[in-house]
């Protein structure tokens, strides 16, 4: 089994800066791909970010540009840096891990002000 413990959400204005982190306990070492999806109010949770375990990464296109995506294998933990903020960047953003089965962390409330 694979826990997963995110951190770093809050409020923000548009423009500003966030960093998602997100520690990963328990099975680790079947983890083959760590990312982050967001949901907001009423839409369907999309992905944002992806990190494979060999460091190949994958982002939304409404993301690209402004956010990145990094693991540190030492500390277990992955982490997710969102640049240049705007209010549709608003979610919950929930930590993801595929192992044999996929794992979701609890979600973090990202809200960007205008």
């Known amino acids: 089994q694979v826990q997963l413990v995110e951190s770093g959400g809050g409020l923000v204005q548009a423009g500003g800066s966030m960093r998602l982190s997100c520690a990963a306990s328990?099975?680790?070492?079947?983890?083959?791909?760590m990312g982050w999806y967001r949901q907001a109010p009423g839409k369907q949770r999309e992905l944002v970010a992806t990190?494979?375990?060999?460091?190949?990464?994958n982002f939304a296109n409404s993301v690209k540009g402004r956010f990145t995506i990094s693991r540190d294998n030492a500390k277990n933990t992955v982490y997710l840096q969102m640049n240049n903020l705007k209010p549709e960047d608003t979610a919950v953003y929930y930590c993801?891990?595929?192992?044999?089965?996929?794992?979701w962390g609890q979600g973090t409330q990202v809200t960007v002000s205008s």
């Open positions: 990190i494979t375990k060999g460091g190949t990464t």
């Open positions: 993801n891990a595929e192992a044999r089965n996929s794992y």
């Open positions: 328990g099975g680790i070492f079947s983890i083959n791909a």
